[in-house]
């Protein structure tokens, strides 16, 4: 089976993602945490910078449909945090900020975010990542309980790795009387290079992770070549078995990056996806320059490494 090309849905909602890593300061120090990401002593912008930036990401994205996703690092953990989703949420063009966090921030930080969403238009949606080398289990399920009393969707993605069976089975017990309890909430697994991954029954979660990610609008519909040269679409939203079956690689396709997303670095540096397939940035979010955003790239890169990227319309 070959994959021909990557397209949204029809008639789906499609937002323009805008992946924003805030900071690289992280709470926690993971074995599997590749060094780009996790930098104790890396620049945070500040206040000020944030909102400029905001503004001017206005200017310079079209799309009237855009999604905040917030990464790190740890994002919550950003001195600004607060300030920033109040203000983001504020912006005409945002329609949804997705988090992307590890539950460990104190408890006050997520009901604040839990109260934002709950006063807001703006959709919120989160994702939890249970890192289960550093990760207090009872930590994660309270955090995750504050959050499920509220109008944040949560998506629980389990780091799976034979070494944190104990931890991450414990969890795993907690998530299933969550799952059944909870309409505001999906789990889901992510597979980490480099280690010996847990293999684990997620029947109990499979149906509901699908209509989550339809209704985030994570679905995509694939074209695959079979081996008797076959044409058939498919509509696929478990990109970890994509990975897994190391069928994603795109060199040389064309990949509608900048027209369907951009990355902002924490420095302010932007780039047309998460992979940085441009040479160089195509501009700093954090000056007064505005800029054009190239809306495709040939694939400079051997492997498209994680479900983001992957979900980048593209075609061979
Ligand atoms: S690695 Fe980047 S450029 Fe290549 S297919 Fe993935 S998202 Fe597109």
Redesign the pocket.
């Known amino acids: 089976m070959r994959i021909k090309e990557i397209s949204h849905i029809d008639n789906s909602q499609v937002f323009y993602e805008i992946h924003w890593l805030i900071t690289r300061r992280c709470s926690f120090s993971c074995s599997y945490c590749p060094p780009h990401r996790h930098n104790p002593k890396s620049f945070q912008a500040t206040n000020y910078s944030l909102l400029q930036a905001l503004l001017k990401l206005e200017s310079i994205v079209p799309n009237e449909n855009i999604r905040l996703n917030l990464t790190g690092g740890e994002p919550t953990i950003h001195p600004n945090f607060q300030e920033f989703i109040a203000n983001a949420i504020k912006l005409e063009k945002v329609k949804s900020i997705r988090i992307v966090t590890n539950l460990s921030s104190n408890q006050k930080k997520y009901s604040n975010l839990a109260n934002e969403a709950n006063n807001s238009d703006t959709k919120f949606y989160l994702v939890a990542s249970f890192h289960w080398e550093s990760a207090s289990p009872q930590r994660f399920i309270n955090n995750l309980k504050v959050l499920l009393d509220s109008k944040v969707e949560v998506q629980v993605k389990i780091m799976l790795d034979e070494k944190g069976s104990e931890k991450i089975l414990s969890v795993l017990s907690s998530l299933k009387e969550l799952n059944a309890k909870n309409k505001n909430i999906a789990v889901a697994v992510q597979r980490i290079r480099n280690t010996k991954n847990l293999e684990i029954d997620l029947i109990d979660f499979e149906t509901k992770y699908f209509d989550q990610v339809n209704n985030w609008g994570d679905l995509r519909e694939f074209i695959l070549e079979t081996d008797n040269n076959e044409v058939v679409k498919k509509k696929i939203s478990n990109i970890d078995l994509i990975i897994k079956n190391k069928l994603?690689s795109?060199?040389n396709?064309t990949?509608f990056?900048g027209a369907n997303t951009l990355f902002i670095d924490n420095d302010g540096r932007v780039y047309s996806?998460?992979?940085k397939?441009d040479l160089g940035s195509i501009g700093n979010i954090f000056d007064t320059t505005l800029f054009q955003i190239p809306q495709s790239?040939l694939?400079?890169?051997k492997?498209?490494?994680c479900g983001s990227?992957?979900r980048?319309p593209?075609i061979k």
Do not use: G, Q
């Open positions: 994603n795109f060199y396709w990949c990056t996806a998460l992979c397939p790239v694939c400079p890169h492997l498209c490494e990227t992957v980048i593209k």
